[in-house]
């Protein structure tokens, strides 16, 4: 059974950026054996109460119900710098993350365990682990690990 990545762009950029971008984020997820999805879309960030700039929005998701959610500044909307972030958040390179409800850590093989953070974790993010995703958005339909 061939596994299937998925890259969907939902950003408006000439047909070239798009194949480019395409590709590198196929490269990045190819390194990986589960199956993942990639969807970017534009998200305005607001700087001030009145100005702000594009920004990409960016959801890394896989199989096993881990998901990812990065926000990608203008300055770093190039396909290189993008399949790297992509690569770190597959390989659970990325800061630290804990849920927002249950506050359980995960670890790099995606298993979340109730334990404190070690002292010090400057880098730490926020996710919904899968038995809060399932407690808390019934309708969302996870696929069991």
Do not use: F
């Not at 998925?6 to 196929?26: E, F, G, H, P, Y």
């Not at 993942?36 to 700087?47: K, M, N, T």
């Not at 390989?91 to 093989?109: E, F, I």
């Not at 400057?122 to 407690?135: K, M, S």
């Amino acid at each position: 059974m061939v596994q299937q990545r998925a890259v969907d762009i939902q950003v408006v950029m000439d047909r070239r950026r798009k194949l480019a971008l395409r590709d590198a984020l196929q490269a990045a997820l190819s390194e990986q054996p589960a199956v993942w999805r990639v969807v970017i879309r534009s998200a305005l960030i607001y700087e001030t109460a009145s100005s702000g700039s594009w920004w990409w929005s960016v959801m890394v998701s896989s199989d096993a119900a881990t998901h990812h959610m990065l926000l990608v500044p203008p300055g770093e909307q190039t396909p290189e710098l993008l399949a790297e972030i992509v690569g770190k958040a597959i390989r659970g390179d990325l800061p630290t993350v804990r849920c927002s409800a249950c506050q359980k850590v995960r670890l790099k093989n995606g298993s979340w365990v109730a334990r404190a953070l070690p002292e010090g974790r400057p880098n730490v993010t926020h996710g919904v682990c899968p038995d809060c995703v399932r407690r808390l958005y019934p309708s969302l339909r996870l696929r069991p690990r």
